[in-house]
């Protein structure tokens, strides 16, 4: 059985960083693409940034500049850096991994931007 578990998730003042990790575990061979997606009350889930096993990236475009992904060399460990975070980012922030036809999602962990 493959796994997500996410981490880092925080209460954090505006303009702040957070780091948040994620590690695929059970059996697993190869690499492959992850991400990392956000969902704040009341709206659509997003995705935050996405990260291929070649380390291309891709974000959101409203945390451009601002969060950076990033994944341990020759593991499905993904990792997302958040500096000057906003009360806007407060979401439940949740790890993908697409793992051949399958899709996995982990359990989510909550960021919280306020004084």
């Known amino acids: 059985q493959v796994q997500l578990v996410e981490s880092g998730g925080d209460l954090v003042q505006p303009g702040g960083s957070l780091r948040l990790s994620c590690a695929a575990s059970?059996?697993?061979?190869?690499?492959?693409?992850m991400a990392w997606y956000r969902q704040a009350p009341g709206k659509e889930r997003e995705l935050v940034a996405s990260?291929?096993?070649?380390?291309?990236?891709n974000y959101g475009d409203s945390v451009k500049g601002r969060f950076a992904v990033s994944r341990a060399k020759a593991k499905n460990t993904v990792f997302l850096q958040m500096n000057s975070l906003e009360p806007e980012d407060s979401a439940m922030y949740y790890c993908?991994?697409?793992?051949?036809?399958?899709?996995?999602w982990g359990q989510g962990t909550q960021v919280t931007v306020s004084w």
């Open positions: 059970g059996r697993i061979s190869g690499l492959y693409p």
């Open positions: 993908w991994m697409r793992m051949l036809q399958r899709v996995l």
């Open positions: 990260i291929l096993p070649n380390g291309a990236t």
